[in-house]
């Protein structure tokens, strides 16, 4: 089993390392998106500082949700994804190991840049410090939850749209608990409660999506 | 599936699970549940303008509950409905149950739309404003969300079969993540204690507003019970449309 998901999760990478642009157009995006934010909201440091958080999870979802549409859909169009479903390997762990693969390739991306944008929006150290450890933990879950639209919303005309309807919803828990962390370093409290709630996000996240992903690749591929 | 069922000798519990037999059978039901809707909605609004007493701190303003409070209950149970034929209908690939699912959806979202809307007009003369991010304002706006996504799911796909299921699916999931979603978002409120209002603290009910929010409430089962099955009819026909017996009905006359 770990080595079918190994196998995906490298044939992913690889496909993602060939078109280098491509898979970078989500970090682009998250770039831009909440580099916007200061010139709409004003420079003042003590709003930045406050609405940091958010800006920078909100759009880590909207990122996420940009390239999780990519997951299947290049493998839909050249027949490979049918193979997949045909393969003796059970589709949970082809699920699992294209998930691994979005989230190194877009996830990892967002975890890295987010100190660069704290430091944009004036945040403390200790702050930027928990706004990681919460995208660390948050970015799978996102891409998890992403796997379960893309998989319904497989070969739709407005798939891409559609994604961000259906699965940013069921993604407010995670942005509620990653933002409430990094509020709660700040106003001097512990972040342990939100933490532990974010990480058991990911542990229910990660034992349902994959099985919700591959029942929606059964029902897309019918 | 039977194209054209015969009428059953016994009540069995899968009498509607055959398109023409629901439809047979819900066109006569229709009328009633219409009279019922009128009747109930007749005597609860009257025992809620007239008969209930003012409240002494809201004025009459509070009497929007009438229509808010069973419109909140509706939009939640509806979900959940819609959610177990889904389930139902993918599960055992009953055609009719998915059907109920698709026709359920907008109803559902009408009433957590209303729910919204009448709160609003409730909170500007009580609150002060139209809308705070109370717990349960913003988990009922989250709802709406999700009714939005099911039917642009359902109605994104052709496929009939596979519209039924990706919608089943993703109700599913949604049922699943409700809870958490409250959850979530009752903490979030509670950290973050910028509205000083309450929406959970309910005071005593007299018995009339009582009486007048449960006559509401049936008033919007049978409302529910008609819409939904016009609705679900409209798509029986649309789904059956090659069929035999649809085309025998559509050959006659007075197209019954």
New interface residues.
């Given amino acids: 089993m770990t080595g079918a998901l190994l196998s995906v999760a490298r044939r992913d990478l690889l496909l993602a390392r060939r078109r280098r642009v491509e898979a970078l157009l989500p970090l682009g995006f998250f770039i831009i998106a909440a580099g916007l934010f200061p010139i709409g909201v004003g420079p003042e440091p003590q709003t930045l500082r406050v609405i940091a958080p958010g800006v920078v999870w909100v759009c880590a979802l909207l990122a996420a949700m940009l390239s999780v549409t990519q997951m299947f859909a290049s493998d839909h169009q050249d027949g490979s994804l049918e193979q997949m479903l045909l393969a003796p390997q059970s589709l949970i762990t082809v699920v699992l190991g294209k998930v691994v693969a979005h989230w190194l390739s877009s996830g990892v991306p967002l975890v890295l840049m987010a100190p660069v944008i704290g430091v944009l929006f004036d945040m403390r150290a200790g702050s930027i410090g928990t706004l990681v450890i919460t995208l660390l933990l948050g970015t799978p879950i996102l891409s998890l939850m992403g796997s379960?639209g893309a998989a319904?919303?497989l070969g739709?005309?407005?798939?891409a749209a559609?994604v961000f309807?259906?699965v940013?919803?069921?993604t407010?828990?995670a942005l509620?608990?990653g933002t409430?962390a990094v509020?709660a370093v700040d106003s001097g409290l512990s972040a342990q409660a939100h933490l532990s709630?974010l990480g058991a996000?990911l542990i229910?996240t990660l034992l349902?999506a994959p099985l919700?992903t591959a029942?929606?690749l059964r029902?897309?591929m019918? | 599936m039977a194209m054209n069922a015969p009428a059953p000798r016994t009540l069995r519990f899968h009498m509607f699970a055959a398109p023409s037999r629901f439809y047979a059978l819900s066109g006569k039901l229709i009328p009633w549940f219409w009279v019922a809707t009128a009747l109930f909605t007749i005597a609860g609004l009257y025992i809620g303008f007239f008969v209930a007493p003012t409240d002494h701190q809201q004025g009459d303003s509070y009497r929007i509950i009438f229509i808010h409070v069973p419109a909140a209950w509706m939009s939640m149970l509806i979900y959940l409905v819609m959610a177990f034929w889904a389930a139902w209908g993918w599960m055992l690939n009953a055609r009719m149950a998915s059907m109920y699912a698709r026709a359920l959806a907008p109803t559902g979202a009408m009433f957590t739309f209303v729910a919204l809307w009448t709160g609003a007009l409730w909170g500007k003369p009580t609150w002060g404003t139209w809308w705070v991010w109370d717990a349960r304002l913003t988990s009922e706006f989250?709802l709406l969300?999700?009714y939005?996504?099911y039917i642009?799911?359902t109605e994104?796909?052709d496929d009939v079969?596979?519209a039924a299921?990706?919608g089943a699916?993703?109700a599913?999931?949604?049922a699943?993540?409700i809870p958490?979603?409250y959850f979530?978002?009752r903490?979030?409120n509670t950290?973050h204690q910028g509205a000083t209002i309450s929406a959970t603290a309910a005071p005593k009910m007299v018995h009339t507003m009582l009486t007048s929010m449960l006559l509401m409430t049936f008033a919007f089962w049978a409302y529910s019970f008609a819409v939904v099955f016009t609705r679900a009819r409209a798509i029986v026909l649309e789904q059956e449309a090659e069929t035999d017996w649809v085309r025998e009905m559509l050959r006659r006359p007075q197209g019954k």
């Fill in positions: 379960v319904l919303t739709l005309r407005s798939g559609l309807l259906l940013l919803p069921l407010i828990p509620i608990f409430g509020g709630l996000l229910a349902g919700a029942a929606a029902i897309s019918d | 989250i969300l999700l939005i996504g642009a799911l994104a796909i079969r596979r299921n990706a699916l993703l599913l999931v949604g699943v993540n958490i979603i979530s978002v903490w979030w950290l």
